[in-house]
């Protein structure tokens, strides 16, 4: 029978799974940030931007009626990211992945925190708000105007490379979270509402392919009546325990 393991009720069954593991895929989501005190998309609708909502500022038809608002709302985001740093949650993934025979993370963040931390096999569902790509004719990157946001290419206007409301996700990154997911004997679900489509998807392939389930997650979602073991906390508190118990990793997660 299914149930929910306290943060530091590890038993000796997820242990086991997880020293044996040979392909491992983690989803992760806002949560993780928050724990590193980078506000939320809505959160971050604060001051000046409280009178906006956030479809306002993250759609194309908001950019082709003002592109300088918008930049300047992901300038700030972009700032507030920067300032954030990777947390003992991401720390503990990039650390799982040298120890994973197989291992794959698959965000729907776009703050960078993960590849800071040292993550590399990467997959950015929904972007990266510290790149840019070029909204009028996808030119190449090679002559990017970032200060101004202009492609000294065309002459035309920079956006972030991030994918925007009412925009399907890129098609080579769901479909190798597809393929990972369903391919995995292990799937992590770690800060993620479970409500977001296509990746609260994800944990429902890999289960119905066996994959062994865990969700870590601050708040009860969706998901946690159904995974395998459900740990309600901080990643950055959970993850840590969970790798030394499992691999012994302890030097880059003292902290």
Same mark, same amino acid.
């Given at each position: *029978?299914?149930? %929910? ?27 993780i ?9 809505r959160?971050?609708?604060t001051?000046l931007?409280s009178?906006?909502?956030p ?5 194309? &038809?908001?950019f ?13 985001? %972009? !700032? ?15 650390? *799982? ?10 965000t ?13 096999k ?6 990266n708000?510290? %790149?840019?790509?070029?909204? &009028?004719n ?15 290419n ?13 925009? *399907?996700?890129?098609a080579? !990154?769901?479909?190798?979270?597809n393929? !990972? ?12 509402s479970s ?6 998807e994800?944990w ?6 066996? !994959?062994?389930?865990i ?25 840590p325990?969970? *790798? ?11 902290n």
């Amino acid at each position: *029978m299914k149930k %929910r393991e306290t943060a530091v009720d590890f038993p000796a069954s997820l242990i086991r799974c997880l020293h044996n593991a040979q392909k491992i895929v983690v989803v992760t989501g806002a949560g993780i940030s928050a724990e590193s005190g980078l506000p939320t998309f809505r959160d971050a609708q604060t001051g000046l931007w409280s009178k906006y909502k956030p479809e306002e500022l993250a759609t194309v &038809e908001a950019f082709k009626r003002n592109p300088k608002l918008v930049w300047a709302w992901y300038s700030i985001r %972009r !700032a507030l990211a920067l300032r954030a740093q990777p947390n003992a949650g991401h720390i503990a993934i990039a650390e *799982m992945e040298k120890r994973a025979p197989h291992f794959l993370l698959i965000t729907q963040n776009v703050d960078g925190l993960h590849a800071r931390s040292g993550s590399q096999k990467l997959v950015e569902l929904h972007g990266n708000l510290h %790149r840019a790509i070029c909204f &009028e004719n996808n030119c190449s990157s090679d002559k990017f105007d970032l200060t101004n946001g202009r492609c000294l290419n065309c002459g035309g206007n920079l956006r972030p490379d991030v994918v925007w409301f009412g925009e *399907m996700l890129p098609a080579s !990154a769901l479909g190798a979270a597809n393929r !990972a997911a369903e391919e995995c004997d292990v799937f992590f679900s770690i800060g993620t509402s479970s409500r977001v489509y296509p990746a609260a998807e994800l944990w429902q392939i890999a289960s119905q392919r066996g !994959a062994v389930v865990i969700e870590i997650n601050k708040d009860p979602t969706p998901l946690t009546p159904k995974a395998d073991y459900s740990f309600l906390g901080k990643a950055g508190e959970i993850l840590p325990l969970l *790798m030394r118990q499992v691999w012994g990793a302890e030097e880059k997660l003292r902290n």
